[in-house]
Nanobody, 127 residues
Framework: QVQLVESGGGSVQTGGSLRLSCAAS????????MGWFRRAPGKEREEVAI????????YYADSVKGRFTISQDNAKNTLYLQMNSVKPEDTALYYC????????????????????WGQGTQVTVSS
C-alpha cells in the first residue's frame, strides 16, 4: 500500500526559506508522476509543482516559478520542495501526491488523477 508522509512545514518570515519533504513507501517511485499541492484558507486545492520521476521533467505554477524547486531522491524514495523567497500568500496546507500516469498526463491533471495523497504539512508565512 502506497503511503506518503510530508514533513518540514512550519512558520517562516517573508523572504525566508523552507524545505518540505515527502517520504514515500509501498512501491518503487522511479516511474511516477509526483507533485506538491496546497490549500490556502477559503480556497481550492491548487497545484504548486509536479515532477515526472523517470525523466526529471518538471512543471511549476506561475505563482511559484523562480522561487520553488521540486526534486526527488529515488534512493530515499523522497520528494522535496525547496521554497525560497516565500510570501504571505504561500501560507497553506501543503500536500504531496503520486500517481502512475503516462508522461503526457503528468502535469496539472495530477490534481484530479492522483490516488495517493499525504496528510499535509502546514506552512505559515508572516509579514
Amino acid at each position: 500500500q502506497v503511503q506518503l508522509v510530508e514533513s518540514g512545514g512550519g512558520s517562516v518570515q517573508t523572504g525566508g526559506s523552507l524545505r518540505l519533504s515527502c517520504a514515500a513507501s509501498g512501491d518503487t517511485f522511479s516511474s511516477y508522476c509526483m507533485g506538491w499541492f496546497r490549500r490556502a484558507p477559503g480556497k481550492e486545492r491548487e497545484e504548486v509543482a509536479i515532477i515526472l520521476t523517470a525523466a526529471g521533467s518538471t512543471y511549476y505554477a506561475d505563482s511559484v516559478k523562480g522561487r520553488f524547486t521540486i526534486s526527488q531522491d529515488n534512493a530515499k524514495n523522497t520528494l522535496y520542495l525547496q521554497m525560497n523567497s516565500v510570501k504571505p500568500e504561500d501560507t497553506a496546507l501543503y500536500y504531496c501526491a503520486a500517481a502512475r500516469l503516462p508522461p503526457a498526463f503528468c502535469g496539472a491533471a495530477l490534481l484530479q488523477r492522483a490516488p495517493y495523497w499525504g496528510q499535509g504539512t502546514q506552512v505559515t508565512v508572516s509579514s
